[in-house]
């Protein structure tokens, strides 16, 4: 018996990284998954290796409100309901307030924020009525709990994507809608987002290492691990609360 049994999943940014590490975690776990990003072949890939009877992949551009419609709809199409969304599409790109440009922050804000913001009224309006329980998973970072001076617009995407959290799962809460809205702040994880930043320069490595006690980066399968409880009704009474899954960076 699996801990998502009978659930239908979507996860945006699910082809790399924490997003198909979560897929695959939950399908492990029973849940049915659709998977999505922009970019067609890895998710592709990947829903192929996880079984078509259990996982699809839909392109999607997380911030354009169409394509939610378009998701929403194959989800139920293929999968006949939705009980779980992940919102982790996201990006990371180092600057500071004094280089901010308009590309910079109207990209990060795009997909971080609205991204998940549209997740988010998506998935309650699809899910309240479907008398089952329900959990929307949105992806902060510990860059939404402390500041860090060069990730200025992610800083802020990721800050609003904690506080949004809080108000959706008070919006249920209030309106006995059976569904619960937590976020994670993951320390840095080992993906191909964090690849980029080091690729930028070899020495972020040792940087980045140093700023976590325990000694080294995060695994994507330990994020994933934490969804999986956010996701499954082992979770029931949380609602409206942060995640953290960072090797003891923010409790320093
Ligand atoms: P990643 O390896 O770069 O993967 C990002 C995923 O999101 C990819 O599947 C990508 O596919 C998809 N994506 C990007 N923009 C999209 C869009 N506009 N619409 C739909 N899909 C989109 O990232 P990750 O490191 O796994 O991070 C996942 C989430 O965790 C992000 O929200 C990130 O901010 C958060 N996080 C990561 C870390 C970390 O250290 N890795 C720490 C804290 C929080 P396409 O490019 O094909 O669209």
Redesign the pocket.
């Known amino acids: 018996m699996g801990r998502l049994d009978n659930k239908v999943a979507i996860i945006?940014?699910?082809?790399?990284?924490?997003?198909?590490?979560v897929a695959e975690r939950f399908v492990e776990e029973g849940a049915k998954v659709v998977?999505?990003?922009?970019?067609?072949e890895?998710?592709e890939n990947l829903a192929k290796k996880l079984g078509e009877d259990k996982a699809l992949f839909v392109t999607?551009?997380?911030?354009?409100e169409a394509?939610w419609k378009k998701v929403m709809d194959a989800t139920i199409e293929k999968f006949g309901k939705v009980n779980i969304i992940v919102?982790?599409?996201?990006?990371?790109e180092y600057a500071d307030a004094e280089k901010i440009d308009a590309d910079n922050w109207n990209r990060t804000i795009?997909?971080?924020l609205t991204?998940?913001m549209w997740g988010i009224h998506y998935g309650i309006n699809y899910m309240k009525d479907n008398g089952e329980s329900n959990s929307i998973i949105n992806?902060?970072?510990?860059?939404?709990l402390i500041g860090d001076p060069d990730l200025f617009a992610?800083n802020a995407?990721?800050g609003g994507?904690r506080l949004m959290t809080k108000s959706a799962a008070l919006d249920c809460a209030r309106k006995h809608y059976n569904i619960r809205v937590n976020s994670?702040?993951?320390?840095?994880?080992?993906?191909?987002?964090?690849?980029?930043l080091m690729d930028t320069d070899p020495s972020v490595k040792d940087h980045l290492i140093s700023l976590h006690p325990v000694g080294r980066?995060?695994k994507?399968v330990e994020?994933a691990n934490m969804a999986l409880f956010l996701a499954s009704d082992e979770s029931s009474f949380s609602t409206g609360s942060e995640f953290v899954c960072d090797g003891g960076y923010t409790a320093q």
């Open positions: 945006t940014g699910g082809s790399k990284g924490i997003g198909a590490a998977i999505t990003a922009r970019h067609a890895e998710g999607q551009d997380v911030s354009q394509e919102n982790n599409a996201g990006i990371g795009a997909i971080n991204g998940t992806l902060s970072s510990i860059e939404g992610y995407s990721k994507v994670i702040h993951p320390g840095y994880i080992m993906t191909p987002l964090v690849q980029n980066l995060g994507p994020v």
